[in-house]
């Protein structure tokens, strides 16, 4: 008996009428960047895999789809590592698959867009509005709300350290949801106070990993984002150097001198808290 047809796990079917819904909403969110004076751009669903390694932290990389080199995949595979797989050694998952892929599936849109935007550079006009709207690609566990291969709708600006630029990102931001009927609250935070607190914590070279484990505070709560600090090799010290952030409760207007305080000694951290 055949098999029933399906598809991959963490992958979706669209029905026409669920298209033109899509579609909608696209153009709704195309228009306002249009409006705000952004520009089109498309990049490959396959990157070098070299260009999107390394960008996203240990996590991330897992997450990465790699494209197995066409033709003989294993003939490309360095003869030390292979005698090392037949003799029955352990090998690195990462360095086997850097033997067997070149390139993988893009993991964002904002890796591709810096590689764009470095292989371009000369011709492209500065600062840079680009827009982008195209699928990516996670390796993920599939759950509910969580897919595989899902749309992006990116809107960046490059060549320009102007806080004006942040401003007019909030108000795209709050332009496309009116248009498309929803209420939301737009969160602002500053890159510079997050490497502060990193520093504070005797751990700046942890940023990435620092932070990456705080974004998911509201979602698993502060013992699980504690614990996958540690994972990540994170000293108990820093964890305990962290604890003021999970105790700052209030408004911002409350928060802001509890936070100059605590982050007195990073200058980073101050120049982020003044820029906010």
């Known amino acids: 008996?055949?098999?029933?047809?399906?598809?991959?796990?963490?992958?979706?079917?669209?029905?026409?009428?669920?298209?033109?819904?899509?579609?909608?909403?696209?153009?709704?969110?195309?228009?306002v960047f249009r409006k705000y004076g952004f520009l089109p751009i498309e990049t490959p669903a396959m990157e070098n895999l070299d260009t999107l390694t390394g960008k996203y932290?240990?996590?991330?990389?897992?997450?990465?789809?790699?494209?197995?080199?066409?033709?003989?995949?294993w003939g490309g595979v360095a003869q030390h590592v292979k005698d090392q797989l037949l003799a029955g050694e352990a090998v690195h998952p990462g360095r086997l698959a850097s033997e067997l892929?070149?390139?993988?599936l893009r993991y964002d849109l904002t890796v591709p867009f810096a590689r764009y935007v470095v292989q371009h550079q000369h011709e492209i006009t500065f600062p840079f509005k680009r827009y982008q709207i195209q699928?990516?690609?996670?390796?993920?566990?599939?759950?509910?709300?969580?897919?595989?291969?899902?749309?992006?709708?990116d809107a960046d600006m490059i060549g320009s350290t102007s806080l004006l630029n942040e401003v007019e990102l909030v108000g795209l931001f709050d332009d496309v949801f009116t248009a498309l009927g929803l209420q939301v609250v737009?969160?602002?935070?500053?890159?510079?106070?997050?490497?502060?607190?990193?520093?504070?914590c005797g751990q700046a070279d942890k940023v990435v990993d620092i932070v990456t484990a705080i974004d998911k505070l509201d979602k698993i709560g502060r013992e699980k984002v504690e614990e996958e600090?540690?994972?990540?090799?994170?000293?108990?010290?820093?964890?305990?150097?962290?604890?003021?952030?999970?105790a700052l409760k209030g408004t911002w207007q409350e928060?802001?001198?509890?936070?100059r305080e605590w982050l007195a000694s990073s200058a980073v951290a101050q120049q982020g808290l003044n820029d906010l």
């Open 255 to 259: 928060q802001l001198p509890r936070l």
């Open 229 to 246: 600090m540690r994972n990540k090799g994170v000293t108990e010290g820093a964890i305990a150097g962290i604890a003021p952030l999970f």
């Open 1 to 31: 008996m055949a098999n029933k047809p399906s598809i991959p796990k963490g992958t979706r079917d669209f029905s026409p009428e669920e298209m033109l819904r899509r579609q909608y909403i696209f153009d709704t969110i195309r228009g």
């Open 57 to 73: 932290g240990e996590e991330g990389d897992r997450l990465i789809f790699k494209v197995l080199n066409s033709g003989d995949a």
């Open 101 to 104: 892929a070149e390139k993988a």
């Open 135 to 153: 699928p990516v690609w996670r390796a993920d566990r599939p759950q509910k709300g969580r897919y595989r291969e899902f749309y992006q709708c």
């Open 186 to 200: 737009v969160k602002i935070n500053d890159r510079k106070v997050l490497s502060g607190i990193a520093e504070v």
